[in-house]
């Protein structure tokens, strides 16, 4: 007796055009929905405080070009010397954070006991608000440098540690076997099978560090420092100019998007060329990229 196997009859995907599905039309096609959205907010509420976009463009612009006559505090501190100073706190930071955290998180990921020794503690800072950091360094060291390069550097070093133990402790076993069994000295196995396996890890932590770093900075230039990006949002926040506040944070925005592309991309480009083009979304977006024309697809998987 024959019997048939039922067949099953995959969708068929929607009629996108070709262009949309381009990443860079939808990269253009994101900051123009967020400038719509705006004028619709800007529009609906009809106040005077929530400025529209070409305000805040024009203010920006004015910044860049210094024609500006604002003068912010008792000298005359235009937008490069205020970023030029958070960017050097936030660097210094970041690079402790950094270095102290891949340390740190490589020995908690091979020793246990220095897990053990380390983990609560890492939990608790990991816990604690960036804002806490900022208050309360401002309290013990005042106006200046040193809350905001502490703030950075206990908000972004937890999760440096974070990522970079489990990095360690995701490596896979088989790797670690067969270099031992064929008695592959330890800085080959070092150079090798752990450091590849970490780096997806490492570049993760580096990304949140710099991003949570810049929260935390500008969080202690609010409360703890005379100068700097935090400092002249809370300037202009003071002055209840809402194109003043908004600016600023773009700037902010900004220099962390160029650090991303002009920095973190080609880098890791560079470690990872060893590794097929095709990343995990290229995989999961070619699965189910079905063709106009219905496909019929048998339980088993053959089509």
Do not use: C
């Not at 999760?159 to 670690?176: H, S």
């Not at 470690?271 to 699965?287: D, I, K, M, S, Y």
């Amino acid at each position: 007796m024959t019997t048939t196997t039922p067949r099953v009859i995959a969708p068929k995907s929607l009629p996108i055009p070709k262009f949309l599905r381009n990443p860079w039309t939808a990269r253009l096609l994101f900051p123009v929905a967020v400038i719509a959205i705006w004028y619709l907010i800007y529009f609906t509420l009809g106040s005077r405080i929530f400025v529209p976009p070409h305000r805040v463009a024009q203010f920006m612009w004015e910044e860049v070009t210094l024609t500006s006559t604002i003068r912010y505090g008792s000298v005359r501190t235009n937008l490069y010397g205020m970023l030029w100073l958070s960017i050097m706190r936030l660097f210094v930071g970041f690079a402790i954070a950094v270095v102290a955290g891949t340390i740190i998180g490589l020995a908690m990921g091979i020793s246990k006991s220095v897990d053990a020794f380390f983990h609560d503690w890492v939990m608790a800072i990991l816990a604690m608000p960036a804002l806490v950091w900022g208050l309360f360094l401002g309290l013990v060291f005042g106006f200046g440098s040193s809350a905001p390069i502490l703030t950075v550097i206990l908000a972004g070093i937890p999760f440096v540690i974070v990522n970079v133990r489990e990095g360690v402790r995701n490596t896979p076993k088989d790797l670690f076997d067969m270099a031992r069994a064929f008695e592959v000295p330890r800085q080959h196995i070092t150079r090798h099978v752990l450091l590849p396996s970490l780096m997806p890890f490492f570049f993760a932590a580096v990304r949140y560090a710099f991003s949570i770093g810049w929260k935390g900075l500008v969080i202690a230039e609010v409360f703890g420092s005379d100068a700097g990006m935090g400092w002249t949002i809370k300037f202009w926040y003071d002055a209840h100019r809402t194109q003043g506040v908004i600016g600023y944070a773009l700037f902010i925005v900004i220099v962390t998007l160029g650090f991303e592309r002009l920095v973190l991309e080609p880098i890791s480009r560079r470690v990872f060329r060893w590794r097929p083009q095709l990343g995990a979304t290229g995989v999961v977006e070619e699965a189910f990229a079905f063709e106009d024309d219905a496909v019929v697809i048998a339980p088993g998987g053959n089509l």
